[in-house]
């Protein structure tokens, strides 16, 4: 979760490249690092980098030096705090807003290794078939062994009509897969919907975005209109959401949580300083009727997702169907720095209303179903890809967690077409299952 202390986002983005006005400023800190003061660490510090200045082999610019070596105090705090140089920053921004020019990945590092999180739905690498858990082991012919995540997004956004082809290692495939691929403008629209059968809809989000909570209240009505002017089940999909804005989670779980008096609560945080102790509450208004709905997620879905989830599990208001949740719970703190630059803090853990932290931990279905398609690539401990599984991640309550080496098979995207989408089936039988028994027990 991200935070300008004015603005809250979610992402799942992790960045590790920072610059710190820490060692070029002589910052001092109000607590004392572990081991000795914060005066005896950079004095530490300064004496390393005189010796790599003086006698290294080569001359070494001085800003990459600082820039490297807070890269590695960064990494060493948990998988989503970074600097952003101005432009990365600036990306950031645009990628938010819901339109940028690349292909459409969500990426992290996992155990050094450039590791897909989610491709973002129709755009050129969920059409080529990108996967949850690939491994990106080169761009255009170039190895990613230490490449920091900026440089990788870098390397891979770009013009309208540029091509890039990456080099995949899959769970499962016995040789690199070479995927050519055509930027284009990711324009991720966030929100989908269609009526499954006559008084089912489906709605999807990929994203939450800045006009996202809005386009889901546009999309129900829509939906409603169609079927009638009444839905008879809802189906929420939240499959491969790696998250997005803070505000537009709390505005969609807001549009079924609570009624006109009481506006009920969807997330708060907790962290060390005073700004990251909030809580966030659906706003008072009109609110979506109470017809029965089913929530899907997988081991693709987090972070802004997961409150969604969360919340309406909490208050009984869906049934969560799928696989367990990425598991982010952490919010991540964006400071405006000099010469447009931004750094991206964790600086809290956002829990449900009902006091569960997700971190490392994810939302755990109601009930387990995993897609048909993904068996067939599936190892036999039948585990996923969550926040657990990167390197330094934050322990649901303590401390940075080393991790402990799972193995990760594959994700895969859902289908488009309802037929071959096992999920999505399994969701709208419940939900005509539950009208059904609904119908039995008004007869008796």
Do not use: C
């Not at 324009?187 to 989000?205: C, D, H, N, Q």
Request: zero cysteines.
């Amino acid at each position: 979760m991200l935070t300008t202390r004015t603005k809250i986002t979610l992402g799942l983005v992790a960045t590790i490249v920072l610059l710190t006005l820490a060692v070029a400023g002589g910052w001092r800190s109000r607590g004392q690092a572990a081991g000795g003061t914060d005066a005896e660490a950079l004095k530490l510090f300064r004496e390393v980098l005189h010796h790599v200045r003086t006698s290294y082999v080569e001359e070494v610019d001085r800003k990459k030096l600082l820039e490297g070596a807070v890269n590695g105090m960064l990494a060493s705090l948990d998988p989503h705090s970074a600097y952003l140089p101005p432009e990365p920053f600036t990306e950031m921004k645009v990628e938010m807003a819901g339109s940028f020019g690349g292909l459409g990945i969500e990426i992290t590092m996992r155990e050094g290794k450039l590791t897909v999180v989610s491709p973002i739905e129709d755009t050129p690498a969920w059409r080529a078939g990108i996967r949850s858990g690939d491994q990106i082991a080169k761009i255009d012919g170039t190895s990613t062994h230490g490449i920091t995540i900026t440089e990788a997004v870098k390397r891979m956004r770009g013009e309208k009509g540029t091509r890039v082809t990456l080099t995949i290692l899959r769970e499962g495939e016995a040789n690199p897969l070479v995927v050519p691929l055509v930027r284009d403008i990711i324009k991720t629209m966030s929100v989908k919907a269609r009526t499954l059968e006559p008084g089912y809809g489906y709605l999807r989000i990929g994203h939450f975005q800045e006009r996202t909570g809005e386009d889901v209240a546009a999309a129900l009505v829509k939906l409603r209109r169609e079927n009638g002017g009444n839905l008879r089940g809802l189906v929420l999909d939240l499959r491969n959401n790696p998250g997005g804005l803070l505000d537009a989670a709390v505005a969609v779980a807001g549009l079924f949580v609570g009624d006109r008096l009481d506006n009920g609560l969807i997330v708060y945080t907790e962290g060390r300083e005073p700004f990251a102790n909030r809580k966030f509450s659906a706003t008072v208004g009109e609110k979506e009727p109470p017809y029965p709905m089913v929530v899907l997620i997988n081991g693709g879905s987090a972070s802004a997702t997961e409150i969604v989830a969360g919340a309406l599990q909490d208050y009984g208001r869906a049934v969560i169907l799928g696989t367990t949740s990425f598991g982010k719970g952490s919010v991540q703190t964006v400071i405006p720095m000099r010469d447009g630059a931004g750094l991206k803090l964790t600086t809290a853990r956002y829990f449900t209303p009902r006091g569960r932290s997700i971190q490392a931990r994810g939302i755990v279905p109601d009930i387990f179903v995993e897609n048909a398609e993904l068996k067939v690539v599936k190892d036999d401990q039948g585990e996923d890809f969550h926040e657990k599984d990167l390197d330094h991640h934050l322990d649901a309550s303590g401390e940075a967690a080393a991790k402990e080496g799972a193995k990760r098979p594959l994700g895969a995207a859902p289908p488009d077409e309802t037929k071959k989408d096992y999920q999505l089936v399994r969701a709208l039988d419940l939900l005509k299952g539950w009208e059904a028994l609904r119908t039995v027990a008004a007869k008796k």
